[in-house]
């Protein structure tokens, strides 16, 4: 496997450092690229991390356990959604609109905190069981219409087990201030 070189002299370089990679990578081993900068360095294995998923779509979401949820939509219409544990509420909705288009909810600015258009209604129970609102949701939600006090943004739910049975309404209405009735496409 890949190895690297660590070093704690004080007289190492970042310069240095990029000439031993560079040798390491052109096939030298770790030790005959450490000889030619003067000294043996010790080595350690690479380690990688796993590469950031935007969406929904997590390779481990089939393994993780259900998370029954009910989505209430803007007609009073109940569904039964058996979500993930780890799924963004506001990209679950995404994928299920598809399927059923009257489960709608909005995120025109794709979860970055710049709107109010996931804005939901949760109920009382699971709603003190989530993690409390930062300060940019507690913004985005002031401009929200027909707030309530157990109002939250969709984008910023991550369903665990724990919330299993939430029932979430979704408002009469949403208002996109930068283009109203536009509906972003996941990707």
């Known amino acids: 496997g890949a190895r690297a070189l660590a070093s704690s002299h004080e007289h190492d370089t970042p310069m240095a450092a ?44 089939d393994l993780a356990a259900d998370v029954p949820i009910t989505i209430v939509d803007r007609n009073g219409d109940r569904h039964e959604i058996v979500a993930k544990d780890g799924d963004n509420l506001m990209y679950l909705a995404h ?17 970055s905190l710049a709107c109010s258009t996931c804005h939901v209604i949760l109920s009382d129970e699971h709603f003190d069981k989530l993690p409390a ?10 401009q929200a219409p027909l707030l309530s006090a157990t109002s939250r943004l969709g984008c910023q739910i991550i369903l665990r087990p724990e919330l299993a049975g939430m029932e979430v ?19």
């Open 18 to 61: 990029m000439a031993l990679l560079c040798r390491l990578s052109a096939g030298a081993s770790a030790p005959t690229a450490g000889r030619r900068l003067g000294r043996e360095l010790p080595q350690r294995a690479f380690r990688a991390t796993t590469v950031p998923q935007h969406g929904p779509r997590r390779p481990d979401r």
């Open 95 to 111: 994928d299920l609109q598809h399927d059923n288009p009257t489960i709608v909810i909005e995120g025109a600015c794709e979860a």
């Open 133 to 142: 609102a930062s300060e940019d949701e507690e913004d985005m939600l002031d």
């Open 169 to 187: 309404k979704l408002p009469k209405f949403t208002r996109n201030f930068y283009v109203d009735g536009h509906v972003p496409e996941p990707h």
